[in-house]
């Protein structure tokens, strides 16, 4: 298995960068679905960045707990440091999600912001397998992503923005992906099913609701990771 990329030495510079590069909009997709989270008591958050979501997830659902994980841990330290006015609520494991190991878990929130394009298809399906059958009945799954729409603008606009943005996180982390994930395959193959979904930006940037309609309970939760 090759390394995960490392993203420690843009921790601090990752909100300017998104900012910069596009404005409000990866934010507002990520917080797109927000209400479907309110009612949640166990969240595990994958790749969530420097936490600003995490901490707002925290503010708004009082009961929520979540588990963060993430390779980067200065990534991991951003996080916590956010979301330390509810430090009782929020764990955080830095791990390589491709070699997670999940003991009992009774998730039902699956948290992944621009995180699935950090892996080939191949290592979501596996990914995808490994939660959809360790979570609760219902379990929802938010992904917040890029897309390349089928049409004229995603061969002239999308594609080559997507293409950039893998040269140049290629060049400043070592992430070694170089397209998107066709992550509805391999979501769907695990069992889960797209419930919501909306667009933005001429559809480059989308968010989905997926739920997991046939997973099985489980009376412990733990997570461990190599």
Not at 177 to 190: I, T
Not at 196 to 213: D, F, P, T
Request: glycine share 6%.
């Amino acid at each position: 298995m090759k390394a995960p990329p490392n993203f420690n030495r843009l921790a601090r510079l990752y909100r300017w960068m998104e900012l910069f590069s596009f404005g409000p909009w990866l934010m507002v997709c990520r917080c797109a679905f927000m209400n479907e989270c309110l009612n949640s008591c166990r969240a595990l958050a994958l790749g969530d960045g420097d936490g600003r979501f995490t901490a707002r997830l925290l503010r708004e659902n009082p009961i929520i707990r979540i588990d963060a994980v993430d390779a980067s841990s200065a990534m991991l330290s951003d996080l916590f440091r956010r979301a330390r006015p509810h430090a009782d609520r929020v764990r955080t494991y830095q791990a390589d999600v491709r070699s997670l190991q999940l003991a009992n878990p009774t998730y039902d929130l699956i948290l992944t912001h621009f995180f699935l394009d950090c892996l080939s298809t191949e290592e979501v399906k596996s990914l995808a397998a490994s939660l959809g059958g360790a979570v609760c009945p219902g379990c929802l799954w938010i992904v917040s992503e890029f897309a390349i729409p089928s049409d004229r603008f995603g061969m002239l606009v999308a594609r080559p923005i997507v293409w950039a943005l893998y040269r140049v996180f290629g060049w400043l982390t070592g992430l070694q992906v170089r397209s998107l994930p066709d992550h509805h395959l391999a979501l769907r193959q695990a069992g889960f099913t797209l419930e919501k979904q909306r667009c933005w930006l001429k559809g480059l940037l989308i968010s989905e609701v997926w739920s997991a309609a046939n997973s099985s309970p489980s009376s412990s939760a733990g997570l461990s990771g190599r």
